[in-house]
């Protein structure tokens, strides 16, 4: 039986010193390459207009995830609120960008380690954590709790990847199943569009270090249910400002040609997209296969992808290196 990498920690006194140091960062909030140094702790907002206590929007079984996360009872999602980029296409942004009303959704760390164990009562597979960059301290100190009580779930480290290699390294053997997005190639767009500096760079980083900790492999149980790994989402944007071909050029160099990968056709302009011109419109078909062509091109094969029409996830037949890929 799959037991998390974090009860070991637990057991041990180690988890709980993690939580003290993570804790400590925030008096001088540096714990995501905003670097804001504010103090938290006392109450001061950071960029990412958070204060101490974690955002909780909603938190339920979920099941728009890919299907080894999601198996028959769904991934047990928490959503934090509030984010440390600014996405204008965001299509999550009455959650992430709408921070006076999200102070209303802060919850304790005793309420966030109660949550974690009513996804677990419910028979989700696992924790999804999603968007918890800036809430890295308190995810770990609720998770103390939360292990005290019985926790026994993977944790899914579902993120933008604008995260702090510091503070991954805290991370290690805590998160069992890293979840990033990679969004862009182009520093300039990174900043056009979702408002932060480096993104290129700090997401790059920040990755690798997932892939040292959980390495290239996948680690899937016999019903199909991911346990341990990392998966990264790509999503298709409209006139290749995604960057796909460096970025994906990247994943095989770098990271090597096995690691898994999540080719998602979902994009729709909302938010603030509808009144910026490259990103005005959904994508064209034509540049989601264009996208995976270029998986073929760099011998990517593990993975999932969306079907453009119906966005549900599949995996592609690599069987005939002839063709592309077939759907």
Known sequence: MFTP???????????????????????????????CRV????????????????????????FGEEPPLIGTKGAGNIFFGNCNLRCVYCQN?????????????????????????????????????????????????ALCIAAEKGLRLPLIYNTNAYDS??????????VDIYLPDLKY???????????????????????????????GELLIDDDGLLKRGLLIRHLVLPNDLAGSESTLKWIAEELGRDTALSIMSQYYPTNKADSITLLSRHVRESEYDKVLELLDKFELENGWMQNFESQDYYKPDFTDRAEPFKR
Request: some cysteine; charged content about 30%.
């Open 5 to 35: 990498s974090y009860i070991e920690l637990f057991e041990s006194g180690e988890l709980k010193r993690r939580a003290e140091i993570l804790d400590e960062m925030l008096s001088s909030c540096d714990i995501c390459p905003l670097d």
């Open 39 to 62: 103090n938290r702790r006392e109450g001061e907002i950071a960029r990412c207009y958070s204060r101490y206590l974690p955002i909780v929007s909603s938190y339920c079984p979920h």
């Open 93 to 141: 942004f009455q959650i992430s960008q709408n921070y006076k009303a999200e102070l209303k959704n802060e919850v304790t760390f005793k309420r966030l380690a109660e949550i974690m164990l009513e996804l677990q009562d419910k028979g989700c597979h696992n924790i999804g954590l999603v968007s918890p960059t800036h809430f890295v301290p308190q995810i770990v100190k």
């Open 165 to 174: 290699v510091d503070v991954l390294r805290f991370l290690d053997g805590v």
């Open 185 to 215: 190639s182009e520093e300039m767009d990174g900043y056009s569009f979702s408002k932060v500096k480096e993104y290129p760079q700090s997401a790059r980083r920040a990755i690798k270090e997932m892939h040292r900790q959980v390495g």
